[in-house]
């Protein structure tokens, strides 16, 4: 099983086809050679084994992070 936590996009890497990536204060650089649609800084991706696999709804990201907090919280 494999859990994807929303990332947002915060900056752009044409030359290596890669972008940075936010998720829950850890940012880090993946690869969207697997996903060919534009994408945007402010964008909401899910991340598989450190590629873009889909980009997904602001809204249904904006939900599952918060979600995600209040489990860790919950377990702090």
């Known amino acids: 099983m494999c859990l994807s936590v929303p990332s947002q996009i915060v900056a752009l890497h044409d030359d290596e086809f890669a972008v940075t990536v936010e998720s ?4 880090r650089k993946v690869s969207r050679h697997l996903y060919m649609e534009p994408l945007e800084v402010g964008d909401y991706v899910l991340i598989h084994i450190g590629f873009v696999m889909n980009k997904i709804d602001q809204d249904d990201a904006e939900q599952s ?8 919280e919950s377990h702090a």
């Open 24 to 27: 829950l204060g850890v940012r």
């Open 65 to 72: 992070l918060a979600l995600y907090q209040e489990i860790v």
